[in-house]
């Protein structure tokens, strides 16, 4: 346990398994929060990424400290989910054509499973194999005819 001077002890007390478990709320939101950020600036759509940033700044900080004198740290980081949350349907809101979940998870498994790295050549994304066209990588049965799984 830390003990700072002229600190309330609700702000130094040890926090245990529910601090834990809020940090990583906390934190898979912020990975939504990024996602959505990505798609949004894919799609030229700067404001709205500027906006959720300040929104969740303001809000999430505003709401924190707000709370701090009552909660503590556990105040802190109700703000932040908060802020987040706020900031993640915003943005949503204006990229609704984002899928929520990869299209293809199976490919992307294959990728994570085999370490594939891209790139300036033409590779398989199934198995990393040099290929001239899809038909010459036989590690995977091939795609959809609307995806493209080799680059």
Not at 9 to 33: I, Y
Not at 100 to 128: I, K, N, Q, Y
Request: with cysteine; charged share 15%.
């Amino acid at each position: 346990m830390l003990l700072v001077p002229g600190v309330s002890r609700a702000v130094t007390a040890p926090f245990g398994a529910g601090a834990a478990t809020a940090m990583l709320v906390a934190a898979l939101l912020q990975l939504a929060f990024l996602y959505l950020s990505s798609a949004l600036r894919a799609h030229g759509r700067f404001g709205a990424v500027s906006r959720a940033q300040s929104l969740q700044a303001l809000a999430g900080g505003g709401i924190g400290i707000a709370l701090l004198w009552k909660w503590g740290v556990w105040g802190l980081i109700a703000g932040w989910i908060a802020g987040t949350l706020a900031a993640v349907a915003w943005m949503a809101r204006a990229i609704p054509e984002a899928p929520g979940f990869p299209a293809a998870p199976r490919e992307g498994l294959a990728l994570v499973e085999r370490g594939c790295r891209s790139s300036a050549s033409t590779r398989c994304r199934c198995c990393c194999a040099r290929v001239t066209a899809w038909r010459s990588c036989t590690s995977v049965t091939p795609p959809r005819s609307d995806t493209t799984v080799w680059d």
